[in-house]
C-alpha cells in the first residue's frame, strides 16, 4: 500500500490543537442535527457505560484495602504517614483504573456498537463529500480488525499506565503533573481508537493511523483529550460515544488532507 498522504500544517500548535478539540464539537452538532441516529449512537454506549460504572465503583468501594495492599512497607510507620502514603496509592489507583476505564470503555463499546458507529461514521463523510478511494471491508473481517487493534492499544496503556501510578506517589507531582500527563496519554490512545472505522474504509490499518495522527500531532491531541475530558464527566462517555465518533471522521479527512465543508446534498 501507499504510503498515506498527510495534510501539512498551517497553524501554530496551539491553534491546531483548540481546531483539534474543535472536530468534538462539529461531530456533537453533526450527530445532535439526527435525533434517530442520536438514540442508535447512545444504545450501545449505555449498556457498556452501565457495566463500567459498576466496575469503577467497585474500585472506589475497595480502594482503601487495594491502597494498604500495594503499600505494605508502610504497615510499621506512624498512623500520618501510613495514611498519607496510602491515601496517594488510592488517588494513584483511581486515576489509572480511569484513565483505563476510559481507553477499555472505548474499545469495548466500538467493538459493541460497530454497526451503528460505522453508520454514523458513513453518514458524516457522505456530507464532505464522501470518501476517497473507498474498501469495501467485509464486517467480520472489519470486526477481527478492529478488536486486534483495540486489543493492542488496550494493552499498550496499561504498561504506560504503570508508570504513571508509580509516579502517582510523588507529592504534589503525582496530583498535579500526572493528572495532565494521563490525559495527554489517555487522549492520543483515544484518537488511534476512535479514527479506526474512516481509516479501514481507506484500507489503511494502526500503523497508518499512528504515522497520519504523528504528523499532526497537535490537531491530534486536542480532539483526543477534549473527547478524554468529556468522557470523565458522569454519563460523557454514553452521550459524547456517538460525536467522537463523528468528529473522528472529520479528524481523518482533516488529516489526510480531504474537505471538511459540507458539499450540497442533492
Given at each position: 500500500m501507499d504510503t498515506p498522504r498527510v495534510a501539512a500544517p498551517t497553524a501554530s500548535a496551539v491553534g491546531r490543537f483548540f481546531s483539534g478539540a474543535g472536530?468534538?464539537?462539529?461531530?456533537?452538532?453533526l450527530y445532535a442535527r439526527n435525533p434517530r441516529l442520536m438514540l442508535l449512537g447512545i444504545l450501545p454506549a449505555l449498556i457498556t457505560g452501565a457495566l463500567f460504572l459498576a466496575a469503577f465503583a467497585t474500585l472506589a468501594y475497595f480502594v482503601d484495602d487495594l491502597a494498604a495492599l500495594v503499600t505494605p512497607f508502610a504497615d510499621?510507620?506512624?498512623?500520618?504517614m501510613r495514611n498519607l502514603v496510602r491515601v496517594m496509592a488510592g488517588l494513584a489507583l483511581l486515576?489509572?483504573?480511569?484513565?483505563?476505564?476510559?481507553?477499555?470503555?472505548?474499545?469495548?463499546?466500538?467493538?459493541?456498537?460497530?454497526?451503528?458507529?460505522?453508520?454514523?461514521?458513513?453518514?458524516?463523510?457522505?456530507?464532505?463529500?464522501?470518501?476517497?478511494?473507498?474498501?469495501?471491508?467485509?464486517?467480520?473481517?472489519?470486526?477481527?480488525?478492529?478488536?486486534?487493534?483495540?486489543?493492542?492499544?488496550?494493552a499498550i496503556s496499561v504498561l504506560v499506565g504503570l508508570p504513571l501510578f508509580a509516579a502517582g506517589f510523588v507529592p504534589v507531582v503525582g496530583q498535579t503533573v500526572v493528572p495532565v500527563v494521563g490525559a495527554v496519554v489517555g487522549g492520543w490512545f483515544l484518537a488511534l481508537e476512535?479514527?479506526?472505522?474512516?481509516?479501514?474504509?481507506?484500507g489503511m490499518r494502526l500503523p497508518d493511523r499512528r504515522q497520519v495522527l504523528r504528523a499532526d500531532l497537535p490537531t491530534s491531541l486536542g480532539f483526543g483529550v477534549a473527547v478524554f475530558v468529556c468522557f470523565l464527566i458522569p454519563l460523557g462517555a454514553v452521550l459524547i460515544m456517538p460525536a467522537a465518533v463523528a468528529g473522528a471522521a472529520l479528524l481523518t479527512r482533516r488529516l489526510l488532507g480531504q474537505p471538511v465543508q459540507e458539499v450540497a446534498q442533492p
Open positions: 472536530l468534538l464539537l462539529r461531530g456533537l452538532g510499621d510507620w506512624s498512623a500520618t486515576g489509572i483504573g480511569g484513565l483505563v476505564g476510559v481507553l477499555t470503555f472505548t474499545a469495548v463499546t466500538l467493538v459493541v456498537g460497530d454497526p451503528f458507529y460505522e453508520k454514523i461514521s458513513e453518514r458524516v463523510e457522505q456530507r464532505y463529500g464522501g470518501t476517497p478511494g473507498e474498501v469495501e471491508v467485509p464486517f467480520w473481517s472489519s470486526l477481527r480488525r478492529s478488536v486486534a487493534d483495540s486489543l493492542r492499544l488496550v476512535l479514527v479506526g472505522a474512516p481509516f479501514y474504509r481507506r
